[in-house]
């Protein structure tokens, strides 16, 4: 019987909260932040070693939009006391990692195509926070923010195609 009860509350509990699915407002921060990183630092890694005119244009829009976009969010993290990270996500260190070894060779499509895959990663990441975001200070940045990152994705996707 006790068993039975303490099963019921679990589910119980279980169903009372929210949205099983939203994301904390820490754990948005982390990803966006990484995400923002990534931008600017594969971007500068990218810049000086691209050959196509185009792929150095996209680049430093990248650097000039994703730096403008981290500092908002660091000024809005910051007020909502919550910690922004000092380094990227390994993954995202490992994407800036794979640009700056091409950086003697084809760059250009490897700066390419993960501008693609992070670009639609943080497309993903900005959807679901604004309808499922628990903190609106950055709810209103990740709405902001959002179709600036659909158009960057926009453009990396023919960008990628032609320099592959």
């Not at 039975?4 to 990803?31: D, G, H, I, N, Y």
């Not at 490992?94 to 950086?103: L, N, R």
């Amino acid at each position: 019987m006790m068993k039975r009860l303490l099963v019921a509350a679990a589910f119980t509990a279980l169903f009372a909260t929210p949205s099983l699915a939203a994301m904390a407002a820490q754990e948005f921060v982390q990803k966006a932040a990484s995400a923002g990183m990534f931008e600017v630092e594969s971007s500068e890694a990218a810049l000086p070693a691209a050959k196509n005119s185009e792929v150095k244009s996209f680049a430093q829009k990248m650097i000039d939009d994703h730096t403008m976009a981290n500092k908002k969010l660091m000024n809005i993290a910051t007020q909502q006391n919550l910690t922004v990270p000092e380094e990227m996500a390994p993954k995202h260190k490992e994407m800036v990692d794979q640009v700056t070894a091409a950086a003697g060779g084809n760059v250009d499509a490897v700066y390419m195509e993960n501008q693609v895959k992070g670009h639609e990663e943080a497309v993903q990441l900005l959807e679901t926070y604004t309808k499922e975001g628990d903190n609106q200070a950055l709810v209103g940045w990740a709405t902001e923010a959002l179709p600036v990152v659909k158009a960057h994705f926009e453009m990396a996707k023919p960008l990628a195609q032609q320099v592959m």
